[in-house]
């Protein structure tokens, strides 16, 4: 029996994920890479379950981040979900859950390092939540994925990718010892059920940049970044 399918590696993996398969073959589905089908061509790849977790996470991110952030434009909520739901954040998770002593592969695969290939961890994340999908609904996938993305959530934050702009300005400007930072309310256009706020940012007196929002909140942090990215060039 070869790395990744001792017979009790599907029970551990459901232990780890604190979720029990009804239809255990969606899991087993979910965890077999497309070159392993090259060996055994009537076993079917995680491919199909790739696409549909792929949408599945998509919409958790999105949804928790406009449940939880009623103040945040839509800028700030995309500039994070693609952090949330990049490449990187989704391969940790997957390491984190050791799904790669889990995948089914092909030989050459697996010694060519595939079970650590972080495009491949990414991938088997996205299968095994369409595969919880597909076998509990979405009142599953919540319960068992949404926590785990929660902690990329955390870790975007952390790391200001959260969009936390004004913060990240204020502590750079102030490197340099007190500085006065202003944000002016210049501008309300739009209906007032689709209103948008222009701010301007002023440092010591001189504005720096101009930013807009559905709010003068999103206002201020878009103005923010402009400011940070311009510093940044």
């Given amino acids: 029996m070869t790395h990744g399918e001792k017979g009790d590696s599907l029970e551990s993996l459901q232990n ?5 398969f009804t239809d255990v073959s969606l899991l087993r589905e979910a965890l077999t890479h497309a070159s392993r089908t090259n060996e055994a061509p009537d076993e079917p790849c995680y491919e199909r379950l790739e696409f549909l977790g792929d949408a599945v996470v998509e919409l958790l991110v999105t949804h928790r981040l406009y ?3 009623p103040d945040w434009g839509e ?3 995309t500039r994070t979900r693609a952090s949330v739901v990049s490449e990187p954040a989704l391969s940790a998770l997957a390491a984190a859950l050791r799904l790669g002593e889990n995948l089914r592969m092909g030989k050459g695969t697996a010694r060519l390092g595939g079970r650590e290939r ?3 961890l990414c991938d088997v994340f996205e299968s095994v939540t369409g595969a919880v999908f597909l076998d509990g609904g979405m009142e599953a996938a919540e319960r068992v994925i949404l926590p785990l993305l929660e902690q990329a959530l955390a870790r975007a934050a952390a790391n200001g990718v959260a969009g936390d702009y004004k913060t990240a300005l204020q502590e750079k400007l102030q490197q340099s010892g007190e500085r006065h930072i202003v944000y002016r ?3 309300e256009e739009g209906p007032p059920h689709d209103r948008t706020f222009g701010v301007e940012l002023a440092v010591d007196g001189e504005v720096l ?4 929002g559905h709010s003068k909140k999103a206002a201020q942090q878009d103005a923010a970044r402009i400011a940070l990215e311009a510093m940044n060039e």
Wanted: no cysteine.
């Fill in 16 to 20: 780890r994920l604190s979720y029990q």
């Fill in 185 to 187: 309310s210049v501008s």
């Fill in 75 to 77: 800028g700030q909520m």
């Fill in 118 to 120: 972080p495009s491949i």
């Fill in 67 to 69: 449940a939880a952030h």
């Fill in 209 to 212: 940049s101009r930013g807009e």
